[in-house]
């Protein structure tokens, strides 16, 4: 086997910038082959290639709009004509709501937009990426699906409501993955970033950092996007052998009940 048949590949939805960047570089490190995916073939996007590219390993631009399934399967066989046949697939693209506030106020573009995103996407793009994989011979690689979600998954965050419900689809979407891949080795996780510090959190950063030094966080402090990228590289990387189906929050112990 060549050292390109033997190098992993994967798909980083949502990559061109924040949680989606650092999981990509990230995986870099570990040596994978990267498609660096965004909504557009625009200048964040050659940037995002660029950094990446800067890690010595195969890298490729995929943009694409996750939200169109009807595109996915052309995508997925652009990204692998590039690089190669795809090893794993992360899901994080995602939207947050266009207006905080009143649950009772939420509308049905901003309820569609969330779980367009956040849920359905990753529904369908996980079912092609799986398709592909069960149609060919895998060994000897990890493969795998990580699902980037929200603590807002598991946690009611009252001004969000279309967000945490699509995330807590998404969240279920990867349980569900999780089953029906288990008897073909292939693993399926849902991490959960807390309060991180990225594009989509700027404009209430300050109030998160004063809120995780005021005790929501058990670490008294926000925390970044490489630490969720290296928990998405332990997972890619088969470093948690014999497990599938976690959710695993990365959130500084936030939802840790306590009295």
């Given at each position: 086997?060549?050292?390109?048949?033997a190098?992993?590949?994967?798909?980083?939805t949502?990559?061109?910038?924040?949680?989606g960047?650092?999981?990509?570089?990230?995986?870099?490190?570990?040596g994978?082959?990267?498609?660096?995916?965004?909504?557009?073939d625009?200048?964040?996007?050659?940037?995002?290639?660029?950094?990446?590219?800067a890690?010595?390993?195969?890298?490729?631009?995929?943009?694409?709009?996750?939200?169109?399934?009807?595109?996915?399967?052309?995508a997925?066989d652009?990204?692998?004509?590039?690089?190669?046949p795809?090893?794993?697939?992360?899901?994080?693209?995602?939207?947050?709501?266009?207006?905080?506030?009143?649950?009772?106020?939420?509308?049905?573009?901003?309820?569609d937009?969330?779980?367009?995103?956040?849920a359905?996407a990753?529904?369908?793009?996980?079912?092609?990426?799986?398709?592909r994989?069960?149609a060919?011979?895998?060994?000897?690689?990890?493969?795998?699906?990580?699902?980037?979600?929200s603590?807002?998954?598991?946690?009611?965050?009252e001004?969000?409501?279309?967000?945490?419900?699509?995330?807590?689809?998404?969240?279920?979407?990867?349980?569900?993955?999780a089953?029906?891949l288990?008897?073909?080795?292939?693993?399926?996780?849902?991490?959960?970033?807390?309060?991180?510090a990225?594009?989509?959190?700027a404009?209430?950063?300050?109030?998160?950092?004063?809120r995780?030094?005021?005790?929501?966080?058990?670490?008294?402090?926000?925390?970044?996007?490489?630490?969720?990228?290296?928990?998405?590289?332990?997972?890619?990387?088969?470093?948690?052998?014999?497990?599938?189906?976690?959710?695993?929050?990365?959130?500084?112990?936030?939802l840790?009940?306590?009295?």
């Amino acid at each position: 086997m060549s050292a390109a048949s033997a190098r992993p590949v994967a798909l980083v939805t949502g990559s061109s910038r924040g949680i989606g960047l650092a999981v990509a570089e990230a995986l870099a490190r570990e040596g994978f082959a990267i498609a660096v995916n965004g909504p557009a073939d625009d200048a964040e996007l050659a940037a995002a290639v660029a950094r990446i590219a800067a890690h010595g390993v195969p890298v490729a631009a995929a943009p694409f709009d996750v939200a169109a399934a009807a595109g996915h399967a052309a995508a997925l066989d652009a990204v692998e004509q590039a690089l190669g046949p795809l090893t794993t697939l992360v899901n994080n693209a995602g939207v947050g709501v266009l207006k905080r506030g009143d649950m009772l106020d939420v509308s049905e573009e901003s309820w569609d937009r969330c779980l367009a995103v956040n849920a359905k996407a990753m529904f369908f793009l996980s079912q092609a990426f799986a398709r592909r994989l069960l149609a060919r011979s895998r060994a000897p690689l990890f493969h795998s699906i990580v699902n980037v979600t929200s603590s807002n998954a598991v946690a009611v965050a009252e001004q969000r409501a279309e967000y945490c419900a699509s995330k807590a689809a998404a969240a279920m979407v990867s349980k569900t993955l999780a089953v029906r891949l288990g008897r073909e080795n292939i693993a399926v996780y849902d991490v959960q970033p807390g309060l991180i510090a990225t594009e989509m959190t700027a404009p209430v950063i300050a109030a998160y950092r004063e809120r995780a030094a005021q005790g929501l966080t058990l670490f008294p402090r926000v925390g970044e996007p490489d630490e969720v990228g290296t928990l998405v590289a332990s997972l890619a990387t088969g470093r948690l052998p014999y497990t599938t189906g976690l959710s695993i929050p990365a959130d500084a112990g936030m939802l840790v009940p306590r009295f």
